[in-house]
């Protein structure tokens, strides 16, 4: 039915590369890029990203809750294996398993808080 | 670098001249540097390790502000990057100790990078996501699957029985309920058919999970959410067929990004062919 051009390819192609300066891209459209994509390479100020499902969940909570973070103050990094340094390379690190059910249970709550009202 | 600096990294590339990104401003603001090694140019910047190091990540990503302006300023030196030829971006928060440890790495991945850099080329990323059409006039059902009310449009008014009549109610919504079961069909339909013609247009393609309804401002549903990577000068040829596709699915509404560096295709950790799917080149 119709095509909501964001980014006017064309248009950017002619300014130059890049997304358009009007309008800058959407925030979750770089979050899902810049934390779920692109070369993961361990530098050596350790921030794991190895676990490519929970962190694939994480952004998913981070999206879900750009709007609505604060009120439902949420602190879901401060124990977090995925930017820890004690955790050892590979997602058999102990306690990976049920970080990530108790992601996956956060990210079923605040989705459904969202759609319920908001 | 002192003991209180860590390297932010954006980028490898093949081409960098630090020259080329006097005026992009980095993540906290610093400048943006070239780190060289293996032929190859790391992109980079120093950043204060009590804001940017291990701890503080773990604090700071938290904060949404935050985090916000870190990825955009990460975004933006990497479309910078970009603009100058083939490159492989770097996930968010990658920070090495010291300009040593980051040109070590550089070495160490020099194969990978080079094939990377090969394989996708100049070549850019665009995003179409797609939705179930508009459905104005009409109330979004609470539990969100919008798709509902949007096909049948309008039943013919006054129909048999006239308006008001139970029975007239119950065919009506009878039938409601079927078109949305259509609805939901024909919607998949499209998406697959979408997706289909994109990816054979496409060098590669990517499909992502569909963003929260939340994110997109809205209880609608996110039907598609996929990357295609083409080259830059395809990108009117391509904006032409998502229009097209647009027009022959009513059911589904269509949303086009880009050009984006292209993210999607430059994993290492997705199988090494980065999604390079179709492999046409």
């Known amino acids: 039915m119709s095509v909501d051009n964001v980014a006017q390819p064309g248009t950017a192609a002619a300014r130059g590369y890049g997304v358009p300066s009007r309008e800058p891209a959407n925030l979750g459209d770089i979050l899902e890029r810049v934390l779920d994509k692109g070369i993961v390479i361990a530098g050596d100020i350790r921030v794991n990203l190895l676990d490519i499902e929970l962190l694939t969940i994480k952004l998913r909570l981070v999206i879900a809750s750009l709007d609505t973070a604060r009120e439902v103050g949420i602190n879901w990094w401060e124990t977090d294996p995925w930017l820890s340094s004690g955790v050892p390379n590979g997602s058999s690190a102990p306690g990976i398993v049920d970080e990530n059910h108790r992601l996956r249970e956060r990210v079923r709550q605040l989705e459904s808080r969202g759609s319920g009202h908001d | ?281």
């Open chain 2, 1 to 281: 670098m002192t003991e209180s600096c860590g390297v932010w990294t954006y980028a490898v590339t093949e081409h960098a001249d630090a020259r080329d990104f006097r005026d992009v401003p980095g993540v906290g603001g610093g400048p943006v540097r070239a780190v060289a090694a293996a032929a190859l140019t790391a992109v980079a910047g120093t950043v204060r390790l009590d804001e940017y190091g291990e701890a503080a990540l773990r604090r700071n990503l938290e904060d949404l502000d935050w985090l916000a302006a870190v990825a955009r300023a990460h975004h933006e030196v990497i479309d910078a990057v970009v603009r100058r030829g083939p490159t492989v971006p770097m996930r968010l928060a990658t920070v090495f100790s010291a300009d040593d440890s980051l040109a070590a790495m550089l070495a160490e991945r020099a194969v990978d990078f080079r094939q990377t850099l090969l394989r996708v080329g100049t070549r850019k990323e665009w995003g179409v996501k797609a939705y179930p059409a508009d459905q104005r006039g009409s109330a979004t059902p609470a539990a969100g699957h919008g798709v509902a009310a949007m096909a049948g449009g309008e039943p013919a008014s006054g129909g048999p029985g006239g308006p008001g009549t139970g029975a007239a109610y119950l065919r009506r919504r009878r039938s409601q309920l079927s078109a949305a079961k259509d609805a939901s069909r024909l919607a998949a339909a499209s998406i697959r058919d979408v997706h289909e013609k994109l990816s054979r247009i496409a060098a590669g393609s990517r499909l992502h999970a569909p963003q929260a309804p939340q994110l997109t401002g809205g209880n609608t549903p996110m039907l598609l959410n996929a990357a295609y990577l083409l080259e830059e000068s395809a990108g009117d040829t391509f904006a032409a067929a998502v229009a097209a596709l647009a027009g022959g699915h009513p059911g589904i509404r269509l949303e086009l990004t880009g050009p984006w560096p292209p993210y999607s295709f430059t994993g290492t950790d997705d199988g090494g062919a980065g999604g390079l799917t179709g492999s046409a080149p």
